[in-house]
């Protein structure tokens, strides 16, 4: 959303108090109709949902700095800012959507000591991720540059996550309001789609064991069969996608397969653990005091309603968006602060 080169970032701010550019609360529209953000070539309406939120909480995020540091310049601010809305979506990424993707409880456990460590808030720290989390912690390359495994790239291709087709509702009387499928609501179709219906009710409307035969990867023989012809019964060239695009079995509660779970989970700490902003840098001389209490204090439910209040009484129950609106779910955010 912030672009990965100084003209683009800069097109998307408006120079002024660390803010980005928002017409009427949504993204700017550019002159092939689909909104203007850091990167839009694979645009369909769950991108401008998350875009037009995110870039929301960081001008959110901008205002709060503001307000407690008058004197800093629009780079500074807007630098901050920055850092504290990435520092957020981690958070979210770690501790709220991958618990939900992978609904075991063991793995939520373990997903919030990858964020603050095992033990509670409060107790004193014993200089190790496992107990303290990663979090402010020591950066850790593992002896190699910032990089992240070619695998771990393949894995979060996940377009058969995508739904055929999205139900509309109305997020007052869950009436349906309209069936919209993927081609509709791709590029140009999203933005339609959001003028239509509104983000609120888009919003609420979204609300490895070693393999040695293909029979291992799916239970269907005749798939297996399709695919040992195409390996030459060789499972050890199977493409990583091919392999957990057919993988026929999942642990209980997982959103997708075991060798995608094994990949992400080797990159999960990784991905934390090998950058300074999260580590040696995750702390008020670099973020603010504000901005570690901002991150600390939110979590995707928080941001939700910040930005759309109007979903506050179907969120009241549901700590966790990721999960459905229509269950109850306990999360707990005060115990996971991160130990400063």
Do not use: C
Not at 180 to 193: E, R
Not at 252 to 278: C, K
Not at 298 to 322: C, S, Y
Request: hydrophobic residues 40%; without cysteine; charged residues 20%.
């Amino acid at each position: 959303m912030y672009g990965s080169d100084k003209t683009t970032n800069h097109s998307l701010r408006i120079m002024q108090d660390g803010k980005m550019r928002m017409v009427n609360g949504r993204l700017p529209i550019g002159s092939d109709g689909i909104p203007e953000t850091g990167f839009n070539r694979n645009w369909w309406v769950g991108l401008e949902l998350m875009h037009t939120l995110f870039v929301s909480e960081h001008n959110a995020i901008a205002d709060h700095l503001k307000q407690n540091h008058p004197n800093w310049s629009d780079e500074r601010l807007f630098q901050t800012a920055r850092l504290i809305n990435a520092a957020l979506m981690a958070k979210i990424h770690t501790v709220d959507w991958t618990p939900a993707i992978l609904k075991n409880y063991t793995l939520r456990e373990a997903m919030f000591a990858n964020w603050r460590g095992f033990l509670p808030y409060g107790f004193p720290e014993f200089g190790n991720p496992a107990t303290d989390g990663i979090m402010g912690g020591e950066r850790d390359l593992a002896n190699v540059p910032f990089s992240l495994t070619e695998e771990f790239t393949a894995l979060y291709r996940m377009h058969p996550l995508l739904r055929d087709s999205l139900q509309v509702r109305n997020y007052q009387n869950n009436n349906l309001l309209t069936t919209s499928n993927t081609q509709d609501h791709a590029f140009q179709g999203a933005t339609a789609l959001t003028d239509t219906y509104g983000l609120t009710n888009l919003f609420y409307s979204f609300g490895l064991n070693p393999i040695t035969d293909f029979t291992d990867i799916n239970p269907n023989s005749a798939l297996a069969e399709k695919l040992r012809d195409i390996y030459n019964d060789d499972v050890e060239m199977i493409d990583v996608m091919i392999g957990s695009y057919a993988e026929g079995y999942r642990p209980p509660g997982y959103g997708f397969g075991e060798t995608s779970f094994q990949i992400f989970i080797a990159m999960a700490s990784r991905r934390l653990m090998a950058d300074r902003f999260f580590t040696d840098d995750f702390r008020a001389e670099i973020y603010s005091a504000e901005g570690l209490d901002w991150v600390d204090d939110n979590n995707f439910q928080t941001v939700l309603i910040r930005h759309m209040p109007e979903l506050a009484g179907q969120l009241e129950k549901v700590e966790n968006p990721f999960f459905p609106w229509d269950e109850e779910n306990e999360w707990f955010l005060e115990e996971y602060r991160v130990r400063r």
